[in-house]
């Protein structure tokens, strides 16, 4: 699994290569609170099996992790259409968004990005920066950093910090 890469500031840090795989969780600081939200298939919970393990998410999983001095609590929040509306209970005192896409579900990205400004727009996100982890890039129709960003439209997103991180798990 290609675990997460620092954070860029700007829509110019796009993905990683192979060779950039396994990088640092620790670089927001400590005591961060990370919600971790996935859509079916994505893989959210084969990425957090890389740290701890976890089981397929129905609802919400939260999992306390310590990794190279920092405490990081990780919201596990399913992604059916079910859940999306309790989402907002997650947002208090979180510090970064860890979005789990799947690059080759073209169709669903509308929604992904529906959803994605609507939770960034809310006053308790209004500081927190925003990973989106572009998961399944060994699959042949797999999209591009650049063209995911691009679909979520994440150039609107104005005075955040973010990055794609393309990986595999």
């Known amino acids: 699994c290609t675990v997460l890469s620092p954070w860029a500031s700007s829509s110019q840090n796009y993905g ?11 670089t927001l600081g400590p005591n961060h609170i990370h919600a971790m939200l996935t859509y079916f298939s994505s893989g959210g919970v084969r990425l957090l099996n890389e740290i701890v393990v976890t089981t397929p998410t129905i609802g919400s999983n939260v999992e306390s992790i310590l990794y190279k001095n920092i405490n990081f609590l990780m919201w596990d929040i399913g992604g059916q259409e079910s859940l999306r509306t309790s989402w907002a209970t997650y947002y208090v005192n979180t510090k970064a968004v860890i979005m789990v896409i799947d690059s080759t ?65």
């Open 105 to 169: 579900d073209k169709e669903r990205l509308h929604i992904a990005r529906t959803e994605l400004h609507q939770m960034m727009e809310t006053e308790s996100l209004q500081n927190a920066s925003l990973l989106i982890f572009a998961n399944k890039q060994d699959m042949k129709d797999a999209l591009t950093a650049s063209q995911i960003s691009e679909a979520l439209n994440l150039t609107s997103l104005k005075d955040r910090q973010w990055h794609i991180q393309v990986g595999i798990s």
């Open 16 to 26: 990683a290569s192979s060779s950039q795989r396994r990088r640092s969780l620790a």
